[in-house]
């Protein structure tokens, strides 16, 4: 096992890097667990989910097994998280609360339905990275609307926003064409391989501005024009 690892680092050094980063806001929760509402717990709870499910892959991987079928039923796991993230962040907003929710049903209603193991469910990848991205824009509506953050750098949604929004725009047509990427007789493992590598590296970007919101969230409390 671990001479497999140790080979599987040397061809692919930015997975196991983007795998361990995906650690990195749950230790700053740790540290300033304190400062956290229910919305950042939410958003720490689904990066804890997607470290232990890139887990998972991983050992999947190093047994030689394929994980085809195992990445689309994680995209539900994380499509609930999510949907979960909306419904606590966008309470005064109900209108894009419902929005949220049933962009987050059709995600996990066309994830279940195209649960087929020799397919790649690239439609349901491509729906969570639009849920993202609309989270993003939704929040960002959110803050200009209601004008009441002090300073913007203290908010830690803020943060979490961007890196969604940079995280799913930056993969999302990637993901759009992911099941001809995985296909070998269309995509050279060069192509592939450049793609691939270039989702890491969005995936480690928005782990340090996640890090970065939930850092700055021992300042939020009193970033407000109005108390919350």
Known sequence: MVERFVEFFQHYPLDVISHLFLFSPVCVFIYRRAFFDKALLCVCLYFLVHFLEETVLLYYVLHKQSTISIQKGLIAIDTLVIAELYYLALKENEISRQIGLALSLVTLFVTIVT????????????????LLI?????YFNKILAENRILKIIHHPMFWISSAFLVFGMGTFMTSLFIDYLLDPAITSDKTFDLFWNMGQLLSVFQCVLVSIGFWVSKFDRGNYIQPL
Request: glycine share 4%.
């Open 134 to 138: 609309l989270f993003a824009i939704v």
């Open 115 to 130: 649960y087929v193991y020799s397919q790649y469910s690239f439609i349901g990848a491509s729906l969570f990275r639009l």
